[in-house]
Nanobody, 131 residues
């Protein structure tokens, strides 16, 4: 059984920082990819950052240069350090894990898998950034 539990969300002013954590339990040895997705009300769930077993990373355009994904404790803990946060509608940030790669690369670049391809999800933690 795989369980992902997020923490660290909250309300912050623009320009501030938050560090999200995801505690993973179960057969984490079976994970190839872990990542963070976000979803605002009425929007689809989109990839923010992904890290794979070989430490290959992917960052969405809004995360590049401001967010850092990392893992610790043999991938039992996943982090997302978010700096220089910008004003935005409240969003749920979800921890994700999958036994398959979630980063797909081709000659045109690297792209994340769709949210419907992810095997395991946490319950989410809400992030609100006010101006």
């Amino acid at each position: 059984q795989v369980r992902l539990v997020e923490s660290g969300g909250g309300s912050v002013q623009a320009g501030g920082s938050l560090r999200l954590s995801c505690a993973a339990s179960g057969d984490t040895d079976g994970y190839y990819s872990m990542g963070w997705f976000r979803q605002s009300q009425g929007e689809s769930r989109e990839a923010v950052a992904i890290i794979e077993r070989d430490n290959t990373t992917y960052y969405g355009d809004s995360a590049k240069g401001r967010f850092t994904i990392s893992s610790a404790n043999a991938k039992h803990t996943l982090y997302l350090q978010m700096n220089s946060l910008k004003p935005d509608a409240p969003a749920m940030y979800y921890c994700a894990a999958d036994p398959q790669p979630l980063i797909r690369c081709s000659v045109t670049g690297c792209y994340p898998s769709g949210h419907n391809e992810v095997s395991f999800w946490g319950q989410g933690t809400q992030v609100t950034v006010s101006s």
